[in-house]
T-cell receptor, first 111, second 115 residues
Framework: KQEVTQIPAALSVPEGENLVLNCSFTDSAIYNLQWFRQDPGKGLTSLLLIQSSQREQTSGRLNASLDKSSGRSTLYIAASQPGDSATYLCAGSGGSYIPTFGRGTSLIVHP | IAGITQAPTSQILAAGRRMTLRCTQDMRHNAMYWYRQDLGLGLRLIHYSNTAGTTGKGEVPDGYSVSRANTDDFPLTLASAVPSQTSVYFC??????????????FGPGTRLTVL
């Protein structure tokens, strides 16, 4: 069974800082890993999807990497802005094929 | 319709009542899912369907049932609601490449309170 862990649970940073969110998974036979953003009271918005054959994906100020051997994915946010404040979740699809979610990192970017 | 829609947006329900949460997608995705999200517990899979006519149990299926009569619709039914089913319910969909679940897309959620 795939288990996904996100550390830290919460993070507060000043505007402009570059930051890294971490996602660990137990099943190295992962098929893909997806990063989401969730604003309070809202649904999940897909940010990036990394296939097992890829090492990273980029979208604007976001860069996600995948290291299957170490069981880790990171989401790098460059030049953070207050509008980046949200909860960020990762989900890994592994041997059971159904995506399994971490509990998320709650990010606050203060002006 | 664009993406995934869920109805109702929110509902207050008396314990013991039957309730169906609706989910419709217009992306022709094979796979659909129902999750519940609770504070401190994250997102947990209730049921899923890889294609019309088939369904499977997730992590927390007890007290819930689903059906998948066609590609677009995936309703979730609570036969006799209990207070522990108070939660926010999200429907999602994705395409399948063989057995691999591709990028998931989520609906806006249904906030359900069972009294």
């Amino acid at each position: 069974k795939q288990e996904v862990t996100q550390i830290p649970a919460a993070l507060s940073v000043p505007e402009g800082e570059n930051l890294v969110l971490n996602c660990s998974f137990t099943d190295s036979a992962i098929y893909n890993l997806q990063w989401f953003r969730q604003d309070p009271g809202k649904g999940l918005t897909s940010l990036l999807l990394i296939q097992s054959s890829q090492r990273e994906q980029t979208s604007g100020r976001l860069n996600a990497s995948l290291d299957k051997s170490s069981g880790r994915s990171t989401l790098y946010i460059a030049a953070s802005q207050p509008g980046d404040s949200a909860t960020y979740l990762c989900a890994g699809s592994g041997g059971s094929y159904i995506p399994t979610f971490g509990r998320g990192t709650s990010l606050i970017v203060h002006p | 319709i664009a993406g995934i829609t869920q109805a109702p947006t929110s509902q207050i329900l008396a314990a013991g009542r039957r309730m169906t949460l609706r989910c419709t997608q217009d992306m022709r995705h094979n796979a659909m899912y129902w999750y519940r999200q609770d504070l401190g517990l994250g997102l947990r899979l209730i049921h899923y369907s890889n294609t019309a006519g088939t369904t499977g149990k997730g992590e927390v299926p007890d007290g819930y049932s689903v059906s998948r009569a066609n590609t677009d619709d995936f309703p979730l039914t609570l036969a006799s609601a209990v207070p522990s089913q108070t939660s926010v319910y999200f429907c999602a969909s994705s395409s399948l490449a063989g057995v691999t679940h591709n990028e998931q897309f989520f609906g806006p959620g249904t906030r359900l309170t069972v009294l």
